[in-house]
């Protein structure tokens, strides 16, 4: 795949997936979101890749936002389609894989870049890294989902703040205030994102695609949620896997999982 702002790494079926405009602080233009949308395609229909991360290249920056110089052209309907691509080609995209993705926040991340880390299904940062949603700022709000979900993971008090006042809060705060659930020294950031990673695709790909389908249910507030989890509970029943799990727990041996 030929990519001009994206780089792709797989180790041990992970895939490393990193935003690559450095200079720019990684902002998301109109390429990087097609790019992303191609990756997250490709990962989403390759079973030999188990799980993603994304990050930010260099030491600054996991990314700075939407790319600002883009904004200047916009319009009404062209702000509109911008937000609504994003969502669907990116965003959604991320929080709905059925397989894990998860962020590792190395430095600014800023407007797109706190919505990007958002749409991860979790968060690691570096000690160094800055969150916040300054779009006030430019006169605009969120448009990658931020009202939603920075309101869904740190509560609606502290999201009106975080997006009224346009401030940055650091990896400390981020973590006291649930936006992230791990701090890291910046060398250990992707080590520690690839061991967690390894501890997840070791367990069962069904119930893990359950997990997520679930929780996103949860998040958005739908009032099904307690029937779903009823009904795939249930259906976990007849895979092969869960049979494989009991087998093995009861055998005292580590499970061997099919997704099947
Ligand atoms: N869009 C486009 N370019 C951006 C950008 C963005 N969101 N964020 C940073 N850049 C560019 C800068 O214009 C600069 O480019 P240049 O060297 O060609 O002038 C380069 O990245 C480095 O940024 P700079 O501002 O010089 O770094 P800094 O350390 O002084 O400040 C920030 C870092 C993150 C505080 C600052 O870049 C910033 O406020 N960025 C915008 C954040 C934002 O509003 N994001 C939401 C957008 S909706």
């Known amino acids: 795949m030929q990519l001009s702002t994206i780089l792709t790494q797989i180790e041990e079926g992970i895939l490393t997936i990193t935003i690559n405009r450095p200079d720019k602080l990684n902002a998301l233009n109109k390429t990087v979101i097609e790019e992303l949308s191609k990756v997250l395609d490709a990962f989403l229909s390759n079973q030999e890749w188990k799980a993603a991360l994304i990050t930010g290249a260099g030491p600054k920056s996991f990314v700075a936002g939407a790319d600002i110089s883009e904004f200047l052209e916009l319009n009404a309907a062209g702000g509109e389609a911008l937000a609504a691509r994003g969502q669907e080609l990116v965003f959604n995209k991320i929080e709905q894989s059925h397989k894990p993705i998860i962020a590792a926040v190395n430095g600014f991340a800023l407007g797109g870049g706190c919505e990007l880390a958002m749409a991860c299904h979790f968060r690691l940062?570096?000690?160094?890294?800055?969150?916040?949603?300054?779009?006030?700022?430019?006169?605009?709000?969120?448009?990658?989902?931020?009202?939603?979900?920075?309101?869904?993971?740190?509560?609606?008090?502290?999201?009106?703040?975080?997006?009224?006042?346009?401030?940055?809060?650091?990896?400390?705060?981020?973590l006291q205030w649930g936006l992230i659930?791990?701090?890291?020294?910046?060398?250990?950031?992707?080590p520690k994102a690839k061991e967690l990673l390894k501890t997840i695709i070791t367990k069962a790909p069904l119930a893990i695609r359950e997990v997520i389908r679930l929780t996103n249910i949860a998040a958005l507030g739908q009032a099904n949620g307690l029937q779903e989890e009823i009904s795939a509970f249930g259906k976990l029943f007849d895979t092969e896997d869960a049979k494989e799990g009991a087998r093995a727990f009861l055998e005292k041996r580590a499970p061997v999982f099919k997704a099947k």
């Open 181 to 190: 659930n791990h701090i890291t020294p910046a060398e250990e950031l992707i």
């Open 125 to 174: 940062a570096a000690e160094n890294a800055r969150f916040g949603q300054p779009e006030v700022n430019l006169g605009l709000i969120p448009g990658y989902g931020g009202t939603q979900r920075l309101t869904q993971l740190i509560g609606k008090g502290k999201a009106m703040e975080l997006m009224m006042t346009g401030a940055m809060i650091n990896a400390q705060e981020a």
